[in-house]
């Protein structure tokens, strides 16, 4: 048996723990897709400034 393993929860703590682990997740996907925009922007930025440099600079 292992000792460290955590007894049953009551369905209240049960429920409380599935809000908990909902939460995380969805800051975890929100963090993601924000990553996701700013390196979407980012490349589209560094995309815009070598069309500009080509059209001015050459």
Same mark, same amino acid.
């Given at each position: 048996? /292992?000792? /460290? $393993?955590?007894?049953? %929860?009551?369905?209240? /703590?049960?429920?409380?723990? $599935?809000? &908990?682990? %909902? $939460? %995380? ?11 996701? $925009? ?10 815009? &400034?070598?069309?500009? &440099? ?5």
């Amino acid at each position: 048996m /292992n000792p /460290n $393993a955590h007894p049953p %929860r009551a369905d209240k /703590n049960r429920r409380s723990a $599935a809000v &908990a682990w %909902r $939460a %995380r997740r969805r800051r975890t996907a929100l963090t993601q897709v924000m990553r996701g $925009a700013c390196y979407g922007i980012g490349t589209g930025a560094v995309g815009l &400034a070598f069309v500009w &440099a080509q059209q001015h600079l050459l």
